[in-house]
């Protein structure tokens, strides 16, 4: 079963910032949310992870609510590179990482 | 630079072969190793989960006697498809985690063509 619910997709202009929602309404209080991005191909790459506070890293931000129940990754200049598939993830320490259908974010110019 | 690497990236073998798909852990020790499948324009799928020095638990549907998984040492799981049908063709990935914490890292991935 999904623990995370995603839109399929989404467009963003170049330059412009993209933010990514996830909604998680079943986490329970030890599992942290993820984000992790797959460009064709590829494997994943790993983005950011928080449990309940704010965290920004040098490739997004990431924005959890108060309840817990919803995040927004938002990448803040968002370049052609950044065409991929993002997956929102919840997981506890030492379990294992499982994937919803993510968000296919497109960049266009 | 990569942390997780697998090795082919790509290779094609006939079908009623094995192929052996490795994954090494190069700047940690892997407790845990994971392995996913990745049809086209899908999501990855969970196949096994692989502890140092212990036998895989493989997830409801994957055969275990025909996607072998051996994780003989920290730096090192492999994955043997035996049996190669061309309904095996995918994209194969391996993850691993370092310690018992929240970092997971993922390799960059294996195609497999079954012909």
């Known amino acids: 079963d999904a623990k995370t619910t995603q839109p399929p997709s989404m467009d963003c202009a170049e330059g412009r910032a993209a933010n990514l929602p996830c909604n998680h309404s079943t986490i329970s209080g030890n599992e942290y949310v993820y984000w992790y991005r797959q460009i064709h191909s590829q494997g994943p790459q790993y983005i950011i992870h928080g449990l309940k506070n704010n965290e920004t890293n040098e490739m997004a931000s990431l924005i959890i609510t108060e309840d817990r129940k919803s995040s927004t990754l938002i990448l803040p200049h968002a370049t052609l590179r950044d065409t991929a598939v993002y997956y929102c993830?919840?997981?506890?320490?030492?379990?294992?990482?499982?994937f919803g259908a993510g968000t296919r974010l497109t960049v266009k110019p | 630079g990569a942390v997780v690497s697998q090795h082919p990236s790509r290779v094609i073998c006939k079908s009623g072969t094995s192929v052996k798909i490795e994954c090494r852990s190069l700047?940690?020790?892997?407790?845990?190793m994971f392995w996913y499948r990745q049809f086209p324009k899908q999501s990855l799928m969970l196949m096994a989960t692989?502890?140092?020095?212990?036998?895989?638990t493989y997830e409801q549907g994957v055969e275990k006697d025909k996607f072998l998984i051996n994780h003989a040492s920290l730096t090192l799981s492999t994955l043997t498809v035996t049996s190669a049908h061309p309904e095996d063709s995918s994209f194969y990935i391996c993850s691993a985690r370092w310690g018992s914490g929240n970092t997971i890292y993922f390799g960059e991935g294996s195609w497999l063509t079954v012909v």
């Open positions: 993830i919840v997981r506890a320490n030492n379990n294992d990482m499982r």
């Open positions: 692989s502890n140092e020095g212990s036998k895989a």
């Open positions: 700047d940690f020790q892997a407790t845990t």
